[in-house]
């Protein structure tokens, strides 16, 4: 089983407590980090002895790398117990070890932070609602270790020895068939043109971690396909197809906006990219399973689904299933300018490779 998008994970665990092998892959390093932790067998009297090290170990302290002022998001004696807790897991741990700590670690950053704990994005408190949060944040060390004591429990529950075979950086990778094998079922949800701020959301734990490349947001932002962010140098002519029938909602929202419909169409067009690399790695007969939905783009209805499925048609796949469910409570929330909607329904297609290819 492969997922391209794999965010956090979610699709290779249930692959992995089903008693499939999977392959992943995530533009996001903190994503492939948590799917990795999440999808790994631990020994969790191991991690139990990890974690009575770490919080015994006196080691030197880890600051915070300079993706964002951090004096905005931490008080100084926040920050000093952070930048020992990630010093004293660096000392202690290696491997899959660290790295679960790690993410542990990542899970309190937000909670420890003057940020608001409703929204994704990290936007600072004001006023009453700050004091009052502060006011209620844990100490460091025993937040941690509430979090990896809930974790350990979770881990102990996957299959002795699983993991997944890999987890790649970009779902336009196309797989090496001499060390990974070819999928019989594809299981994703691919991002969303400029509806979500994927790289800004998980900033804060980016930063504690370091992994921004030279300690930059926009650098893991261009990795990442449905980002937002253009210069000027990066604007071009855009190479798509006109079989997916996105040209006339392109111009219209070119009308309104430039910048927006060069967001989308190079949505796109990398996600054209993504698809050859995925169907290139289905074996024949095999399925892709693709939930997708519709969102606004300038006030003007934005087809995705419909562009995504003729994606996949136009190399070579039949759809066989489509299904349409109702996002109940407040739906997919896309909320960042005028210029986006919320995503009220979400699409399951079915695809299928043939079994004989021309």
Not at 116 to 122: A, F, I, N, W
Not at 152 to 173: F, K, S, V, W
């Amino acid at each position: 089983m492969y997922d391209p998008f794999c965010g956090s994970g979610t699709v290779l665990l249930e692959a992995l407590l089903s008693g499939r092998r999977c392959v992943g892959s995530d533009a996001n390093p903190l994503a492939r980090q948590i799917a990795l932790a999440k999808t790994t067998w631990l020994d969790p009297s191991s991690l139990r002895g990890a974690l009575n090290s770490i919080l015994n170990c006196d080691a030197e302290p880890v600051p915070f790398s300079a993706v964002l002022d951090v004096s905005r998001w931490y008080s100084d004696h926040l920050r000093t117990d952070m930048s020992k807790l990630l010093g004293a897991i660096r000392t202690s741990c290696q491997g899959d070890v660290k790295n679960f700590m790690e993410v542990c670690f990542s899970a309190c950053v937000k909670r420890l932070s003057s940020s608001d704990q409703r929204l994704s994005v990290p936007v600072r408190l004001k006023d009453e609602a700050l004091i009052a949060h502060l006011e209620s944040i844990p100490k460091v060390l025993d937040l941690f270790a509430r979090v990896v004591r809930q974790n350990i429990a979770r881990i102990g529950q996957l299959p002795a020895e699983a993991r997944p075979i890999e987890i790649l950086q970009d779902a336009r990778d196309h797989l090496d068939a001499s060390s990974l094998p070819d999928v019989d079922l594809v299981i994703t949800s691919p991002p969303y043109a400029g509806a979500q701020k994927y790289i800004r959301a998980s900033s804060l734990s980016l930063g504690w971690l370091g992994l921004a490349p030279d300690a930059k947001l926009r650098n893991l932002e261009r990795k990442n396909i449905g980002r937002e962010h253009f210069s000027r140098d990066e604007i071009s002519e855009l190479n798509l197809d006109d079989r997916i029938g996105a040209s006339e909602v392109l111009h219209e929202i070119r009308e309104i906006n430039s910048i927006r419909a060069h967001i989308a169409g190079k949505y796109l067009e990398e996600m054209a990219d993504a698809a050859d690399a995925i169907v290139g790695r289905m074996k024949p007969g095999a399925h892709l399973v693709l939930i997708a939905g519709d969102n606004e783009v300038c006030g003007k209805t934005f087809r995705t689904t419909l562009f995504l499925r003729r994606i996949f048609e136009l190399r070579g796949l039949t759809t066989k299933l489509e299904l349409v469910d109702t996002i109940k409570s407040r739906g997919l929330m896309t909320k960042r300018n005028r210029s986006a909607g919320k995503i009220e329904r979400e699409h399951v297609f079915v695809l299928a490779k043939p079994i004989w290819e021309n």
